[in-house]
C-alpha cells in the first residue's frame, strides 16, 4: 500500500484514536458507506466498541488487506494467521462478535461465529452450558419435556 493512501480517524468508546488506511478502514462495510457518502471527514466515533476490541478488528482488517495484496501467500499463512487471531478468552470473542456485527465485517464475524460453533460442536447441552456459564432456568419438568422432544441432541 502506498503510504500516501488517505487516512481514517477512530475514536472507540473509551476514548482512544486510532488512524487507519482507508483501506483498512473500508474493510468495515459500516465504514465503507459512511466513507462513500463522505460522512467521514474527521474522526469516526464508535461507542460500542472499546479500545481493545477496536485494536484486535484493525489488525484483522490490517491482516486481511495486506493478504489480498499479496495473493500468492493468502490461502495457507491467513487461515493459520486467522486461527491464531480467535485463540482468546471468551468475553473479547464475544465482544468481537458484536464489534464485528457493529460494524459489518462479514468475515470477521463469519471467522468468529465459526469459532464459537466449533467450541459447541460435539458437546452435551450440559457440557455447552459448563462452557459458556449458562444457568439451566427450566424446572425438573421443564427439562424432562424437553429431553424427550429433542432425544437426538442428549445422545
Not at 471527514?41 to 478488528?57: A, D, G, H, Q
Request: aromatic share 8%; net charge negative.
Amino acid at each position: 500500500m502506498a503510504s500516501t493512501s488517505k487516512k481514517i480517524m477512530f475514536k472507540s468508546s473509551d476514548g482512544e484514536t486510532f488512524e487507519v488506511e482507508e483501506a483498512v478502514a473500508m474493510e468495515s462495510q459500516t465504514i465503507k458507506h459512511m466513507i462513500e457518502e463522505d460522512c467521514a471527514n474527521n474522526e469516526i466515533p464508535l461507542p460500542n466498541v472499546t479500545s481493545k476490541i477496536l485494536s484486535k478488528v484493525l489488525e484483522y482488517c490490517k491482516k486481511h488487506v495486506d493478504a489480498a495484496d499479496d495473493k500468492e501467500k493468502y490461502p495457507d499463512e491467513l487461515k493459520a494467521w486467522d486461527a491464531d487471531f480467535v485463540k482468546v478468552d471468551q468475553n473479547t470473542l464475544f465482544d468481537l462478535i458484536l464489534a464485528a456485527n457493529y460494524l459489518n465485517i462479514k468475515s470477521l464475524l463469519d471467522l468468529i461465529c465459526q469459532t464459537v460453533a466449533d467450541m459447541i460442536k460435539g458437546k452435551r447441552p450440559d457440557d455447552i452450558r459448563k462452557t459458556f456459564n449458562i444457568k439451566n432456568d427450566f424446572t425438573p419438568e421443564e427439562e424432562e419435556e424437553v429431553r424427550r422432544e429433542y432425544q437426538w441432541a442428549y445422545e
